[in-house]
């Protein structure tokens, strides 16, 4: 099919009915010819082209909340506080008998109160990701002064709820698996829909009374910043007005670390824990495992204003890509991870000028930690003022919840203008220029831009954006 230059002349097509066809915004109207073709005539453009509504003006997003639960703390200051005297959280494992395995540390919550923040029927039967995701989701919504009175007052079909988990869950999966052992009568009822990563963010909104968007995104250990990022566009297109978003996961079980294990991924440095994450050295061994939960509260600015809340950043956006190259290892030219880092600051519309501080992915593994440092000074190595850390350094890696821990970390940042060090970096890898590191102790630093990175298996890239609000 032609379209001619002018509009007003005919257009052949080979149909043979009288209907309309559209063309843009131009309607044409089809008309039999002779030869038993169709011709069609232009006519006016039709009312709901000339009555389309004009587009309507962007939406800020700000974080005006945030809750956690990491091996350093369930409270945000508490955490940072701990962060900023270099902390460690790595412990060995208390939770199962792991004596047998290789790897017998980890960045494990040795006690955590549910009382006021879970109920006890589901306590006792959850998976510890969902009891985490549920507990960090509500402390966001106290740190946000969400009163029982604002809540009441909530149009709540316009509030959702988005926070994934990477691995689900697996302590309950595995106990099922056990409890078969016996008989198939022992397995827990609730064993299929406690495993399902977006029961958390289900029973959450059971609990609030929350009809807006409500599901869970699963991309490894980039979860969190892919949740955070689709959250924040519900509100960007007005299908919400807050979004409880993030990540939570709880693999320290036997399957979890012996499947880790299994990959070779994991550090054995038993005998000294507090030593064993190393993001850029040299003398590292892998990375150790962590588990928690990281949630922000993002709400569309005039709505924050409206109720009077205090604004503690403001997320400008983001991007995700996919290397699609390997399982587990990044692409070797570091493609996937740039090219997550420019969509995000076009999307955000700064500048690499303005960006002075990046949260790291960063895991302590030889090939990631390289390959993205090595992105990073592709995109900001121009800039005398960048700094740059790792938070898995004190609470290891916390899987799918690592990002939305680390946006925590990134906001106190901004909130408190001191950015957490760097420790265990004693012999940098070789090409690593540490003056753009962190050194051991924390730093003063006035951030203008502030970029979270998580990358996960599967070549899963991510990129997240926040700023002082102004």
Known sequence: MSLVASPF??????????????????????????EGKAMAIAMEPSEEATMRKPRMKKRRVVVTGMGVVTPLGHDPNVLYNNLLEGVSGISKIHSFDCTQFPTRIAGEIKSFPTDGWVAPKFSR????????????????????????????????EKCGILIGSAMGGMRVGYDACEAYRVSHKKINPFTI?????????????????????NYSISTACA??????????????????????????????????LG???????????????TKASRPWDINRDGFVLGEGAGVLLLEELEHAKNRGAHICAEFLGGSFTCDAYHV??????????????????????????????????????????????????????????????????????????????EAVATIQAIKTGWVHPNINLENPDEGVDTNVLVSSKKERLDIKVAMSNSFGFGGQNSSIIFAPFK
């Open 193 to 213: 829909p406690f495993v399902a990563t977006n029961m958390g963010s289900a029973i959450l909104a059971m609990d609030l009374g929350w009809m807006g968007p």
């Open 259 to 273: 499947g880790f294990v299994a990959c070779r991924a994991l550090s054995q440095r038993n005998s000294d824990p």
């Open 328 to 405: 587990t290892e990044p692409h070797p030219d570091g493609a996937g991870i740039i090219l997550s880092i420019e969509k995000a600051l076009a999307h955000s519309g700064v500048s690499k000028e303005d960006v002075n501080y990046i949260n790291a992915h960063a895991a302590s593994t030889s090939v990631g930690d390289l390959k993205e440092y090595q992105a990073l000074i592709h995109c900001f190595g121009q800039n005398p003022e960048l700094r740059i850390n790792s938070t898995k350094s004190m609470v290891g890696h916390l899987l799918g919840a690592a990002g939305g821990v």
């Open 223 to 256: 979860t969190s910043n892919f949740c955070i990022l689709n959250a924040a566009n519900h509100i960007i297109q007005g299908e919400a007005d807050l979004m409880l978003c993030g990540g939570s996961d709880s693999a320290i079980a036997p399957i979890g």
């Open 125 to 156: 039967r959850m998976d510890k990701f969902m009891i985490y995701l549920l507990t960090a989701g509500k402390k966001a919504l106290v740190d946000a002064g969400v009163t029982q009175d604002i809540m009441n007052g909530l149009n709540k």
């Open 9 to 34: 002349t005919f257009l052949v097509l080979t149909q043979r009915n009288n209907h309309h066809r559209r063309h843009g915004n131009q309607r044409y109207r089809l008309l039999p010819s002779v």
